[in-house]
């Protein structure tokens, strides 16, 4: 046999070999997994390169495990598997500027004391394009409403209205129908309603209630004071049946915060007279007394809209009588029986009062709506909803 002739056997002889050592490792890999290990892939994205191609699972288990500050996205189904992490921030505070301080009055801008997270508070109008809510009092708003935001509202936006004072005593404005967003008065059918006071639950044991020293039996504080109210027409009949002991501007003997205080608690009853009738209309009037320990005799809305708010058994209301002299009647006998008079008083083995704080509760709980609250809504008919009903 020649050189060349053997040559070309051990190739034949070489390639036959090779062919049976792939055919061996093809059934080995086939009928006999190896278990490989790879890199850890965290170990990987903890030095920081995040730009390959890599397995979808590893991917999603590690944002797992840093869900608060990455966001998981799902692979797409087809298409080359690449995922990035998404940075995203946390969700801003709700912003709510106060536009119009009421009365010109200024409160902390503060709402820790209602734990109330992720609302501020602000009055600077500069902010007007980030504020998702602008707070405007009624009583300081201009008659041709020129002092309101002249700037296009931002879409996110809402305009609370907040007021106080009762219908008899705010002007309607024109133009106040679709142009505000919320409302924050007295009212309990307001979107934000923030009472003049309410009672809440005990959550302690009580003392048994002692009742203060009395040597009055029925006072009334009055600054405000019109021939024409209701509530002065009932006082000039009822005065001509029973003593009553009178403070405020309106007879001359003003009463600074101290003195109010101590004079309420010597009275056995209170005239909680309002200065108009309009329902949930219920001042400080009653639940200051209520509070020092005097029964409040009560003029305003009905005996029905007062139950809404107070215990029936806590107060006496003028309409529960035929005449001034009637009423004048009750309360002497109950002057003369004790144990009458102190049932009254049974509501305070369940109950505390608590006042609202003017402004600074209604913006704060505003902001809090407005983080709750994120759909649009609106006030159409405020004209209608207020003064004329």
Not at 5 to 33: D, E, H, N, P, W
Not at 256 to 267: F, G, H, P, R, W
Request: charge should be negative; include cysteine; aromatic fraction near 14%.
């Amino acid at each position: 046999m020649s050189l060349s002739s053997c040559q070309m056997t051990r190739q034949r002889q070489f390639a036959s070999g090779c062919f049976l050592l792939v055919c061996f490792l093809v059934i080995l890999f086939t009928y006999y997994k190896p278990e490989i290990e790879f890199p850890d892939f965290r170990d990987y994205l903890r030095r920081g390169n995040h730009s390959c191609e890599c397995p979808v699972e590893a991917h999603i288990q590690d944002s797992n495990l840093n869900r608060s500050s990455e966001q998981q996205v799902e692979a797409p189904t087809d298409g080359p598997q690449h995922i990035q992490d998404v940075e995203v921030d946390a969700e801003p505070d709700t912003l709510l500027l106060i536009w119009t301080w009421p009365f010109g009055s200024k409160f902390d801008l503060n709402c820790d004391m209602f734990n109330y997270k992720g609302c501020r508070l602000t009055d600077d109008k500069s902010l007007y394009q980030q504020a998702h809510g602008v707070f405007i009092h009624h009583r300081d708003i201009h008659g041709n409403l020129g002092n309101l935001p002249s700037e296009p509202r931002p879409w996110f936006q809402k305009w609370v209205w907040m007021n106080m004072e009762s219908p008899t005593h705010c002007s309607k404005l024109p133009g106040l129908d679709n142009l505000f967003n919320l409302t924050s008065c007295y009212r309990s059918d307001s979107h934000i309603p923030v009472p003049y006071g309410h009672l809440v639950p005990q959550t302690s044991e009580v003392e048994s209630f002692q009742l203060p020293t009395k040597d009055k039996l029925v006072c009334w504080i009055v600054s405000n004071w019109h021939d024409g109210h209701k509530r002065v027409q009932y006082y000039n009949e009822l005065k001509k049946h029973i003593q009553l002991e009178t403070y405020g501007r309106a007879f001359g003997k003003n009463v600074d915060d101290q003195n109010y205080a101590k004079i309420l608690s010597s009275c056995k009853f209170y005239l909680s007279f309002e200065n108009s009738q309009h329902t949930d209309y219920i001042t400080e009037k009653v639940f200051n007394p209520m509070k020092l320990g005097t029964v409040p005799v009560v003029l305003g809305t009905s005996r029905e809209n007062y139950e809404d708010h107070i215990p029936g058994d806590s107060f006496i209301h003028v309409d529960d009588f035929s005449t001034p002299k009637e009423l004048a009647e009750r309360l002497l006998h109950l002057d003369q029986n004790m144990t009458e008079y102190m049932r009254f008083f049974d509501w305070k083995n369940r109950y505390k009062v608590e006042g609202s704080q003017f402004g600074r509760e209604h913006a704060c709980k505003a902001c809090r709506y407005l983080e709750k609250n994120k759909g649009y809504q609106a006030s159409h008919s405020l004209t209608k909803w207020f003064w004329d009903q």
